[in-house]
């Protein structure tokens, strides 16, 4: 029996795999897979279900431009409604036929004499999948991990991940500790405030918090959106180059970065009565260092009779709680980590081997580095979604995203136009883009001093992209077949046949 061979394989079917796929299919490129570790599409969006989940970037600009949702609900919408949004593209443009899902990847590997990836998986389906080209779009945090403290096996408590949130856990009555101060924390204390008997928060840095403009979406506003589409692009437009503006204050230390600062102490000099706690609460880094973070209701949450921040570090978890350096054991019920994921700055979550048996793995160990953040030189055929150095500071992923596909497609595209056996991007223009992007984060805000999950242990920046989202998608417009190497079936590989190199 001959070996299926997909033209296209897409790994993930989130916001990224759900977009590979309508824009693959409007490109005509018919003959593809995508496989899903879930049971259902989402990625992100599904996984997330912790209270409070929400998207901190407003709703009509965290969704895709070819892809319009007129009935948001709020400006910013909750983890549920998003989720809802992505199931429905995946109705609208008839994708689960297409999709398999509980099949999770674990390791792909590249046949330079055919021009096929191997994709290996585990689940209910341990079996292997072939394909032409590959699209990986499982994501920048597709993986949660609890954080290295001593002594955590040793607590005899209840242990919840935001990323992995126990529903059936009742928090009445209940004494709660959370671990983390970040984008997810300030969702979930609110919440727990409201149910748990008392809170304490572990903060090991401040960070700095806006208030965040949220309010609902009038029936008469969605009815205008669908029925007017115009009118939506332009309020998305008008919010695209706010965000953009604010580049200004948030990637660069500029004078802007000085109003950022002046205002979130305002915000906070307006929530926070005591002296004492502001002062807890006040960070001591450049704005847009670390992750902005968007709420009008942490700062109050802080405040109830039931709810105490504690900034002393932690020394070791023990059977029956916390204990910090200052010596207090904090007796707990339950622990929820807010403690951010394993994002994948040295490697990819599983096995990669291009050319010659190489590793993605070994070569990414020091810190990823990709052309344009999509394709790396030895991996012929593979794109990336949300790679190394695509990160936004200021801006909407999902803006860069839409870069990202359709510089993939025009890869893809190409490779199945010309029958290429492979199209692989050249180490020198692969070293010349990354040079001059390590260069240019040297200038941002990012490399300031502080310590963000953007860096690797020994400060390498493998996540973000130094400018304007405009300036992104202009570079991913632009799809140089010289940048390759290509060769075509029937050739020998070095041969030059077909080849740009």
């Known amino acids: 029996m001959a070996t299926r061979i997909y033209d296209t394989l897409i790994v993930g079917a989130g916001f990224s795999g759900i977009g590979a796929a309508i824009k693959l299919a409007k490109a005509g490129v018919d003959d593809f897979v995508m496989l899903e570790r879930g049971d259902r599409v989402g990625g992100t969006w599904r996984d997330n279900t912790y209270p409070g989940a929400t998207c901190d970037v407003p709703s009509l600009l965290y969704s895709y431009s070819f892809v319009k949702n007129s009935s948001w609900s709020r400006a910013y919408s909750p983890a549920g409604e998003i989720c809802t949004h ?57 993986d949660h991990k609890l954080p290295d403290i001593r002594g955590l096996d040793t607590y005899k408590g209840k ?64 009815a205008l959106f669908a029925k007017v589409p115009a009118i939506q692009e332009l309020a998305r437009q008008a919010l695209y180059w706010g965000h953009e503006v604010t580049a200004t204050a948030l990637v660069w230390d500029t004078p802007l970065t000085g109003l950022v600062a002046r205002l979130g102490k305002a915000h906070l000099h307006r929530q926070v009565k005591d002296p004492w706690l502001r002062r807890q609460l006040t960070p001591d880094f450049t704005p847009g260092c670390k992750r902005m973070l968007i709420s009008s209701d942490y700062y109050p949450a802080l405040q109830r009779d039931n709810c105490k921040l504690i900034d002393w570090p932690i020394a070791t978890m023990s059977p029956v709680g916390i204990r910090t350096s200052d010596g207090i054991e904090h007796h707990l019920d339950c622990i929820v980590f807010a403690t951010g994921y394993d994002v994948h700055l040295t490697g990819p979550p599983y096995s990669v081997t291009g050319i010659g048996g190489r590793s993605l793995a070994d070569e990414w160990a020091g810190g990823a580095q990709a052309y344009k953040s999509i394709n790396a030189h030895g991996y012929p055929n593979l794109f990336i979604m949300t790679g190394p150095n695509s990160g936004p500071g200021h801006n909407s992923l999902l803006v860069y995203v839409e870069g990202q596909l359709d510089y993939a497609v025009s890869g893809i595209t190409t490779i199945l136009r010309e029958n290429l056996r492979y199209l692989d991007v050249r180490a020198d223009v692969q070293q010349y883009y990354n040079d001059r992007i390590q260069k240019r984060l040297t200038k941002t805000t990012w490399m300031s001093g502080c310590s963000s999950w953007y860096l690797t242990a020994d400060g390498f920046n493998a996540s973000m992209y130094p400018g304007f989202a405009t300036q992104y998608l202009r570079q991913m417009r632009d799809f140089r077949f010289d940048d390759y190497a290509a060769v075509a079936h029937g050739a020998h590989t070095g041969s030059g046949a077909r080849s740009s190199a």
Request: glycine share 8%; hydrophobic share 40%; no cysteine.
């Open 159 to 222: 242990k919840i991940h935001s990323a992995n949130w126990d529903h059936g856990y009742d928090f009445t009555g209940k004494r709660v500790a959370v671990i983390g101060t970040g984008a997810s924390a300030v969702q979930i204390v609110p919440e727990l405030v409201k149910q748990a008997e008392f809170v304490k928060v572990f903060q090991r840095t401040p960070g700095w918090v806006m208030p965040r403009l949220d309010v609902a979406t009038p029936p008469a506003a969605q």
């Open 86 to 142: 992505i199931e429905d593209m995946a109705d609208k443009f008839d994708l689960h036929r297409r999709i398999q899902f509980g099949v999770e990847v674990n390791g792909l590997a590249f046949d330079e004499n055919d021009g096929v990836w191997t994709v290996k998986v585990k689940g209910k389906r341990s079996t292997t999948f072939h394909a032409r080209t590959v699209v990986l779009a499982s994501g920048p945090l597709p």
